[in-house]
């Protein structure tokens, strides 16, 4: 397997910061939501994502 930097922008750096905290910390998904924007079950797929495929999940697909 290939394992090249991941680049972020700057939205997608926040994200995987806040996603990462509240992961690691167990963090509260509410807090986390109101942070990013983003809705409850936006933030539960996005940590699936995150668990699955780790920083790489918050690269834009374009």
Not at 10 to 30: A, F, P, T
Not at 32 to 55: C, F, P
Request: glycine share 6%.
């Amino acid at each position: 397997m290939n394992m090249r930097k991941v680049e972020l922008r700057m939205n997608e750096q926040l994200k995987y910061e806040v996603i990462k905290d509240l992961v690691d910390h167990n963090g509260n998904k509410n807090r986390a939501s109101k942070k990013l924007g983003l809705s409850r079950r936006q933030i539960d797929h996005i940590i699936v994502k995150y668990k699955e495929k780790g920083k790489s999940a918050f690269v834009h697909g374009n």
